[in-house]
């Protein structure tokens, strides 16, 4: 039953996920759903396409009544095509969280972070650029709140969140060809350096207490600036979330 769950999942996001390589796509929102002090959250999970990927890890801890912390590491790439060779990344984030339950079921939580994110595409040199080793250079930093609601129950859970990010794009090296779209698209970015977006995402989650799979499908707005499509859509990703509850808490 796991597996045909979790095959199901790599199914939705191998039929959601967009097409196109972008200069920036959201990460999977942490969505820890504490309850109580001394749990632990781990979460595996992977996004793929036909021109993207992206690998993703996540660890939050519950290290006080009402407050936690989280931090996430993500490594992102694509497939060879008639643009780009090789589009490389990485991103990572830290945050301090406050979590209530309200009752059994309903949960809020609301974390405040830092992230940065990097990305490095090398073009097909037929396409964009005149040396084959020319790779353009994208960095960026991102302050960032993120609200969460959530239902927890045993054996599913289900939450809405909403993450608004400040992102500066502090280096932004274009070595595409001028007059190509990559070129006019990396130039967009470079000029307007500052952008906020706002991020609401749907998270669900089943199977057992302590593993569960879960979805998460996240929406970026906006995703163009003046009239140029900048940011990624979509980002949908499918993984395994493994519990360490308290240790006082394991028998119960």
């Not at 993984?239 to 509850?245: M, S």
């Given at each position: 039953?796991k597996?045909?769950?979790?095959?199901?999942a790599?199914?939705v996001v191998?039929?959601l996920?967009?097409c196109?390589f972008?200069?920036?796509?959201?990460?999977?929102q942490s969505?820890p759903?504490?309850t109580?002090k001394?749990?632990?959250?781990?979460?595996?999970?992977?996004?793929?396409d036909?021109e993207?990927?992206?690998g993703?890890?996540?660890?939050?801890?519950?290290?006080l009544?009402?407050?936690s912390i989280?931090?996430?590491?993500?490594?992102?790439?694509?497939k060879?095509?008639?643009q780009?060779?090789?589009?490389?990344?990485?991103?990572?984030?830290v945050?301090?969280g406050?979590?209530?339950?309200f009752s059994?079921?309903?949960?809020f939580e609301?974390?405040g972070?830092?992230?940065?994110?990097s990305r490095?595409p090398?073009?097909n040199p037929?396409?964009?650029l005149?040396?084959?080793d020319?790779?353009s250079d994208?960095?960026?930093?991102?302050l960032f709140?993120?609200?969460n609601?959530?239902?927890v129950?045993p054996n599913?859970?289900?939450?809405?969140s909403?993450?608004?990010?400040?992102w500066?794009?502090?280096?932004v090296?274009?070595r595409?060809?001028p007059?190509?779209d990559e070129?006019?698209r990396?130039?967009q970015?470079a000029?307007?350096?500052?952008?906020v977006?706002?991020?609401?995402?749907?998270?669900?989650?089943?199977?057992?207490e302590?593993?569960?799979?879960?979805i998460?499908?996240?929406?970026?707005?906006?995703?163009?600036?003046?009239?140029?499509r900048?940011?990624d859509?979509?980002?949908?990703?499918?993984?395994l979330?493994?519990?360490f509850?308290?240790?006082s808490q394991?028998n119960?």
């Amino acid at each position: 039953m796991k597996n045909n769950v979790a095959i199901g999942a790599l199914g939705v996001v191998l039929l959601l996920s967009g097409c196109a390589f972008d200069y920036y796509m959201p990460a999977t929102q942490s969505v820890p759903l504490f309850t109580q002090k001394g749990d632990v959250k781990v979460l595996a999970s992977a996004g793929l396409d036909k021109e993207n990927y992206v690998g993703e890890v996540q660890c939050a801890y519950s290290m006080l009544d009402h407050l936690s912390i989280s931090g996430a590491f993500s490594g992102m790439g694509g497939k060879k095509n008639d643009q780009f060779i090789q589009p490389d990344g990485v991103t990572f984030d830290v945050a301090l969280g406050f979590y209530k339950s309200f009752s059994e079921s309903i949960v809020f939580e609301t974390y405040g972070g830092i992230g940065a994110y990097s990305r490095y595409p090398r073009y097909n040199p037929d396409y964009a650029l005149s040396k084959y080793d020319d790779i353009s250079d994208i960095n960026a930093m991102n302050l960032f709140f993120q609200p969460n609601l959530g239902y927890v129950a045993p054996n599913f859970e289900f939450a809405l969140s909403t993450r608004i990010a400040q992102w500066s794009f502090t280096k932004v090296e274009n070595r595409a060809a001028p007059g190509t779209d990559e070129y006019n698209r990396l130039r967009q970015i470079a000029m307007g350096k500052n952008f906020v977006v706002f991020e609401p995402a749907l998270t669900l989650r089943g199977g057992s207490e302590y593993q569960k799979v879960q979805i998460q499908i996240v929406k970026t707005l906006p995703n163009r600036v003046n009239g140029k499509r900048l940011f990624d859509t979509f980002h949908i990703s499918a993984g395994l979330i493994l519990v360490f509850p308290k240790g006082s808490q394991k028998n119960r």
